[in-house]
């Protein structure tokens, strides 16, 4: 019996695909390709690429939806988050100008402050002598040793407040502005405490003062990022929020009026300052983040505005006056590489003639609000003027705030910038005049010039050297000043011991120097108009 028939097929050879078939293959759908390439062209087939381009115009014009933002929140700020919701934009801008003014500049209600140490006979054992015994002065008496006792009291604290700007701007730049307004919060209710537990038996005046003054500008550096939520709107939110600066000073001037119309311890009146600070700080981890909140991107898609008919797109020849001066204004200044390293930036020319604006400004800003009740008392007043500047002062910026931030929204900073020098001109000139009638007009003028310095300064660091190491090159300069007002200190005792407390000669220089400072503005112009290689 034969065996059985294999009815299986046997093997094929695996198929090999040589590279000369490949080679071959690629050839053919090239020359195939070249082929249908050439007919298309021959029949005069036309392919509609006009269509997709069209299509994609269109979608790059769609508005974009914007993306919420993500922002990390510390401490306790996630179980706010969870209870009271998200914060709106404008809640967490009303919040933080709430810690501001109960915070920020309240160093700079010094004049409120004099009173209460007067009215309370601190350090008046200064202007003791053989012939007149402490048992024998009043509460309330003026001389030069005293006065300089409270010069060196407010010099520290504003010196330190000044200085402050570098670490707290290190501090933004690190920390973020959560932590850094949590620490600066956590400073100034231990300086509060500490000057309202004082006493002439333990006088660490200086103490508290100096950590008021070494408090307030984190909370002021930890404010700005927020107006990043309003980008139509930021030169008014910066300008509210210097003006909050200048206002907290009234601060010390409402606790001068409880201290006169109910008695109450100037004691028993700063520990409830700290107290309520503390008590508010608690709400800032709802509102405010781990990290600064970005500006928007900048809008896509938009094109420039072609000239009128008729009109060269170079010439200003139909343009109104008030729309050439906003052109001016808003002349863009000079930026400098933002990705740069800080020590890079520091080395730009530009950053030490700011400075020197900054320095000079701050200075004289600094040293009328610490010896204007001198200044009053040698024109004879007996401490009611005195104590209008501890009104007059804070309480300007609060109407002008919104006229400044409307000017830099309107006709740009170098339209701006300006102004600052003018007032400090023009309350040079007011302060020479030496009847007490006019002195609150001085007040004004003065709170003005402080409003736009503060205001503009730090849109132009911003504009200038961008937000990268904006806190650092803010605080730099400032601490730069703040060695200057250091310096203060002897020129006070020199003025009350040698020239009989008449302010007029340093009054005359101190206006005279702002002169120089409109160059800084031709500069700033001159190089943002500058072409770029």
């Given amino acids: 019996m034969s065996a059985p028939r294999n009815r ?33 062209e021959d029949i005069g087939i036309q392919l509609d690429v006009t269509t997709l381009e069209e299509q994609t115009r269109q979608e790059d014009a769609k508005p974009v939806e914007p993306q919420p933002l993500k922002l990390e929140r510390g401490l306790w700020g996630p179980e706010l988050y969870r209870i ?26 010094w004049p409120a402050v004099v009173f209460m140490l007067n009215a309370e006979g601190i350090y008046k054992e200064k202007c003791a002598d053989a012939n007149h015994p402490v048992e024998t002065l009043p509460d309330n008496i003026k001389c030069a040793a ?22 707290y701007g290190l501090s933004v730049d690190r920390l973020g502005p959560l932590y850094t307004n949590m620490i600066s919060t956590t400073v100034a209710v231990l300086g509060l405490a500490i000057f309202g537990m004082s006493s002439a038996d333990a006088p660490y005046y200086v103490v508290g003062y100096a950590l008021i003054g070494a408090s ?12 990043n939520r309003f980008p139509a709107h930021k030169g008014l939110v910066l300008s509210l929020y210097a003006g909050i600066f200048n206002v907290s000073g009234i601060m010390f001037a409402i606790l ?11 004691r028993s009146l700063f520990l409830s300052h700290a107290f309520i600070l503390a008590l508010v700080s608690l ?51 000079p930026k400098f590489n933002q990705i740069d390293e800080y020590l890079i930036q520091l080395k730009q020319p530009m950053f030490w003639y700011m400075s020197a604006w900054v320095v000079i400004h701050l200075v004289r800003i600094s040293f009328y609000a610490g010896t204007v009740t001198t200044q009053m008392a040698f024109f004879g007043d007996e401490g009611t003027y005195g104590r209008i500047a501890a009104w007059t002062i804070p309480l300007v910026p609060l109407v002008t705030f919104p006229i400044v931030g409307r000017m830099m929204d309107r006709f740009g900073l170098l339209m701006t910038l300006p102004m600052a020098n003018v007032f400090q001109i023009l309350f040079g000139l007011l302060s020479l005049i030496p009847i007490l009638s006019i002195q609150p007009l001085t007040f004004i003028v003065y709170a003005l010039g402080r409003q736009f310095f503060f205001g503009t300064y730090f849109a132009i660091v911003m504009q200038m050297f961008g937000q990268r190491h904006f806190g650092k090159i803010s605080g730099t300069a400032l601490f730069i000043a703040g060695l200057f007002v250091v310096a203060q200190i002897p020129l006070v005792a020199v003025i009350d011991k040698s020239w009989g407390g008449n302010f007029a000669l340093v009054n005359v220089i101190g206006t005279l120097v702002f002169l120089p400072l409109f160059h800084f503005i031709y500069y700033s112009w001159q190089k943002g108009t500058a072409p770029t290689a």
């Fill in 146 to 167: 005293r006065n300089l006792q409270y010069a060196a009291i407010y010099n520290v604290g504003v010196a330190l407040s000044v200085a402050s700007y570098l670490w």
């Fill in 216 to 227: 307030g500008v984190g909370v002021h550096l930890s404010s700005f990022h927020l107006g």
């Fill in 84 to 109: 009271l919701g998200e914060p709106k934009p404008l809640v967490a801008i009303i919040l933080q100008v709430i810690v501001s003014t109960l915070s920020s500049g309240i160093v700079y209600g």
């Fill in 283 to 333: 709400i800032v981890p709802w509102y405010q983040t781990k990290t600064s909140i970005p500006p928007p991107p900048p809008p896509a898609n938009v094109v420039a505005a072609s000239p009128a008919p008729g009109q060269d797109a170079s010439s200003n020849s139909k343009l109104s006056w008030i729309d050439f001066l906003i052109a001016i204004g808003k002349t863009p200044l």
């Fill in 256 to 266: 001068s009026l409880l201290y006169s119309a109910t008695g109450a311890s100037m």
């Fill in 8 to 40: 299986m097929r046997p093997p094929t050879a695996p198929s090999v695909v040589s590279d000369a078939d490949i080679e071959l293959d690629q050839v053919g759908s090239q020359s195939f390709s070249t082929s249908l390439d050439a007919d298309t």
